[in-house]
């Protein structure tokens, strides 16, 4: 478990945080940092269960290999400048598991339909 919130960090974020192959849980919300969303996948952090990086500063897209991280279970990516749609297999089963209990996507520039899975994640 890593928390970095509420503090006065600036810059860009940390690429190195996405390469934690043991990280759980990562809460880095209400800091100044600049870039676009971290490269978070399930190769290099397959065990992560909760993501909030609200209020942060970052923008760009939303990327789809977060979606492929089979333990992902809580997304809090609100009051950032995120844009564009958002990927097709947001929510998707895995097998007849499906992680993802918690998706808070408020207060960024997100544009297009929610996509289909959104509404089938079971545990939601």
Same mark, same amino acid.
């Given at each position: 478990?890593?928390?970095?919130?509420?503090?006065?960090?600036?810059?860009?974020?940390?690429? @190195?945080?996405?390469?934690?192959?043991?990280?759980?849980?990562?809460?880095? /919300? +209400?800091? +100044?940092?600049?870039?676009?969303?971290?490269?978070?996948?399930?190769?290099?952090?397959?065990?992560?269960?909760?993501?909030?990086?609200?209020?942060?500063?970052?923008?760009?897209?939303?990327?789809? /290999?977060?979606? /492929?991280?089979?333990?992902?279970?809580?997304?809090?990516?609100?009051?950032? +400048?995120?844009?564009? +749609?958002?990927?097709?297999?947001?929510?998707?089963?895995?097998?007849?598991?499906?992680?993802?209990?918690?998706?808070?996507?408020?207060?960024?520039?997100?544009?297009?339909?929610?996509?289909?899975?959104?509404?089938?994640? @079971?545990?939601?």
């Amino acid at each position: 478990l890593l928390f970095l919130a509420q503090n006065l960090f600036e810059g860009p974020f940390p690429q @190195s945080l996405t390469k934690l192959p043991a990280l759980e849980q990562l809460e880095i /919300d +209400s800091n +100044s940092l600049t870039g676009t969303f971290p490269a978070f996948n399930r190769d290099d952090t397959p065990k992560l269960e909760a993501l909030t990086l609200a209020n942060i500063g970052l923008g760009g897209t939303i990327p789809s /290999d977060l979606f /492929d991280i089979e333990t992902l279970a809580q997304l809090n990516i609100t009051m950032n +400048s995120f844009s564009g +749609s958002l990927p097709a297999n947001i929510g998707q089963d895995f097998g007849d598991v499906n992680p993802l209990q918690v998706l808070d996507l408020g207060m960024n520039d997100l544009t297009g339909e929610i996509p289909e899975s959104v509404y089938n994640a @079971s545990n939601m």
